[in-house]
């Protein structure tokens, strides 16, 4: 509910200034820009909140990483990522000491679905076989769609899915207090909403695995 109401509050920011301008015109691209902008600030402010709470409660029971052990223990992380994932359909990116699994929508979803297709079952297990091998992280699974259709069902449709995903790697074992979920709806695509490929390209699940590290 929580982010729902923010979303609301940012939506109602964005179609206010909006009507403002239409006294002096369309509202310019920069407007709009922003009232998105405060969208997403607003989703990630509040996954990242969670995500420190997550972060806390697992560190006091695990411990955690300092110096280069850190990139050390991520490395090899990734590595095994890598040979559990290849051809999977799943992408592993590395951002400094964070890693990003790219899960496409077209392989882990049936079409306006929240449910995990089966056929991605064996991939989500090697996903958590990782991850409980490398317990001094945390994680953030965020659900992503394309911009088809009305905004609060997509919403809807991007918390439900990270939701999935995290249930899924908690019934193989993974500890939920490891894991934090964000729904992003259509506010952040990484292809052009304007093309079937891109839009494809859109709905998505990524999954970020945070070290745990000493202040």
């Known amino acids: 509910m ?45 996954g990242t909140g969670d995500n420190d ?3 806390y409660v697992w560190g006091a029971a695990v411990g955690a990483l300092a110096g280069s052990a850190i990139g050390n223990y991520m ?38 679905n929240a449910s995990v297709d089966s056929s991605f079952f064996p991939v989500l297990k090697d996903v ?7 317990e001094k992280t945390t994680l953030m699974v965020e659900g992503h769609t394309d911009n088809t259709g009305a905004d609060d069902m997509n919403q809807r449709l991007s918390e439900a899915r990270a939701n999935s995903v995290k249930n899924y790697l908690v019934q ?5 207090r490891r894991v934090s979920t964000l729904g992003m709806g259509e506010y952040t695509p990484i292809a052009d909403n304007t093309t079937q490929a891109g839009r494809q ?15």
């Open 172 to 176: 193989n074992g993974v500890d939920n």
């Open 201 to 215: 390209k859109n709905r998505r699940v990524e999954l970020k695995i945070i070290p745990m590290s000493k202040n």
């Open 128 to 134: 958590a076989l990782v991850i409980n091998k490398y």
């Open 75 to 112: 490395d090899r992380q990734e590595e095994e990522f890598r040979e559990e994932l290849a051809d999977s359909g799943v992408e592993v990116y590395r951002e400094g000491d964070v890693l990003r699994l790219y899960m496409p929508g077209s392989i882990t979803f049936s079409s306006g």
């Open 53 to 55: 709470k997550s972060r």
């Open 2 to 46: 929580y982010k729902k109401l923010i979303v609301g509050v940012a939506l109602s920011g964005l179609v206010l200034s909006g009507c403002a301008s239409n006294s002096m015109g369309n509202a310019s691209n920069t407007q709009k820009g922003a009232g998105i902008g405060a969208i997403v600030g607003a989703l990630i402010g509040k």
